[in-house]
């Protein structure tokens, strides 16, 4: 078994010290394959995360009515409290209200001398951003309550537009990926025709077709590898320059959520590289390498 394995291994380095061009043109398709992928992998985690955070920023405005009572608002505040559906309220008093709407709208009116019209508010956060409308609805129904805001067709648009970007997400990475899948699977054909006099050679010494193939998915893989780490470098280069750029002329994309850690690059392109080339040595193998008599 020991010796088995070392011959696969010494047979996968000679192919590899031996067609220097070959490995160059595998290992550049599998890079460019893996760059596509990865840097629309990383806009549309960006992308993504953008959009799952809007829907969170969504509350629901609750104007009691201006008569009632600073105990019956902290009541009502602790019954929101105890809904299932709800992750936080907070009390806005009618004199903490008055007092930002002033510093507000000092510059364009005076309402210093005016008295406070204004009732406490309530604002609720849910846990989903889809159970705004139900909370609202039942708020609503309470006598002590005057207006309840719950901006329910501005959240239902932001929601489409959430939906539709991971869908989005999910039919470009299907595509991209199945891209790269026939660029490593031609480059690793290319590899087995030009070595079918090497496996001609080895099957009439007796070599077994497990024996022969086995050398083209560790070339494959290895490949893979080489294209997925040369890759994640471009990619992490080429988003750090365009995400400062970006920065420079738009300051406010400063304020939205991280990118992919790095990590999951470093790791995962190479890691996918080795995964896809191995996988496409594999069934280029099994489709081009065959024995007489075997299959």
Same mark, same amino acid.
């Given at each position: 078994?020991?010796?088995? %394995?070392?011959?696969?291994?010494?047979?996968?380095?000679?192919?590899?010290?031996?067609?220097?061009?070959?490995?160059?043109?595998? /290992?550049?398709?599998?890079? %460019?394959?893996?760059?596509?992928?990865?840097?629309?992998?990383?806009?549309?985690?960006? !992308?993504?995360? &953008?959009?799952?955070?809007?829907?969170?920023?969504?509350?629901?405005? %609750?104007?009691?009515? *201006?008569?009632?009572?600073?105990?019956?608002?902290?009541?009502?505040?602790?019954?929101?409290?105890?809904?299932?559906?709800?992750?936080?309220?907070?009390?806005?008093?009618?004199?903490?209200?008055?007092?930002?709407?002033?510093?507000?709208?000092?510059?364009?009116?005076?309402?210093?001398?005016?008295?406070?019209?204004?009732?406490?508010? =309530?604002?609720?956060?849910?846990?989903?951003?889809?159970?705004?409308? !139900?909370?609202?609805?039942?708020?609503?129904?309470?006598?002590?309550?005057?207006?309840?805001?719950?901006?329910?067709?501005?959240?239902?648009?932001?929601?489409?537009?959430?939906?539709?970007?991971?869908?989005?997400?999910? @039919?470009?990475?299907?595509? =991209?990926?199945?891209?790269?899948?026939?660029?490593?699977?031609?480059?690793?054909?290319? &590899?087995?025709?030009?070595?079918?006099?090497?496996?001609? /050679?080895?099957?009439? /010494?007796?070599?077994?077709?497990?024996?022969?193939?086995?050398?083209? *998915?560790?070339?494959?893989?290895?490949?893979? #590898?080489? @294209?997925?780490?040369?890759?994640? @470098?471009?990619?992490?280069?080429?988003?750090? *320059?365009?995400?400062?750029?970006?920065?420079?002329?738009?300051?406010?994309?400063?304020?939205?959520?991280? #990118?992919?850690?790095? *990590?999951?690059?470093?790791?995962?392109?190479?890691?996918?590289?080795?995964?896809?080339?191995?996988?496409?040595?594999?069934?280029?193998?099994?489709?081009?390498?065959?024995?007489?008599?075997?299959?």
């Amino acid at each position: 078994m020991r010796d088995r %394995i070392a011959f696969l291994l010494s047979e996968t380095w000679a192919s590899l010290r031996r067609n220097t061009m070959l490995q160059i043109a595998a /290992v550049s398709t599998a890079c %460019i394959a893996l760059v596509l992928l990865g840097a629309v992998g990383m806009a549309l985690y960006k !992308l993504d995360a &953008t959009a799952h955070t809007l829907p969170s920023q969504f509350e629901v405005e %609750i104007f009691l009515k *201006v008569s009632v009572p600073r105990a019956q608002s902290l009541e009502m505040k602790k019954m929101l409290e105890a809904m299932p559906e709800v992750a936080r309220v907070k009390l806005v008093p009618r004199e903490q209200g008055w007092e930002e709407l002033k510093k507000n709208l000092k510059d364009d009116v005076n309402l210093a001398d005016l008295p406070n019209p204004l009732p406490d508010k =309530l604002i609720v956060a849910a846990h989903q951003p889809e159970q705004l409308p !139900l909370i609202a609805e039942r708020v609503r129904k309470d006598p002590r309550v005057d207006e309840v805001l719950d901006h329910r067709n501005t959240l239902e648009e932001v929601l489409s537009v959430a939906r539709l970007v991971r869908w989005v997400g999910i @039919g470009a990475g299907g595509l =991209l990926l199945f891209s790269a899948l026939v660029l490593i699977y031609n480059a690793v054909r290319l &590899t087995i025709y030009s070595r079918q006099r090497e496996v001609g /050679v080895m099957a009439l /010494v007796g070599a077994t077709l497990t024996t022969i193939r086995a050398p083209f *998915v560790l070339e494959g893989m290895i490949q893979g #590898g080489l @294209g997925g780490l040369v890759a994640a @470098g471009l990619v992490l280069a080429g988003a750090g *320059v365009l995400s400062d750029m970006m920065v420079r002329l738009w300051p406010f994309l400063k304020d939205l959520p991280p #990118g992919l850690p790095p *990590v999951f690059v470093l790791v995962g392109l190479p890691l996918l590289g080795s995964l896809l080339g191995g996988l496409c040595a594999w069934w280029a193998a099994r489709r081009f390498v065959r024995i007489w008599g075997e299959v």
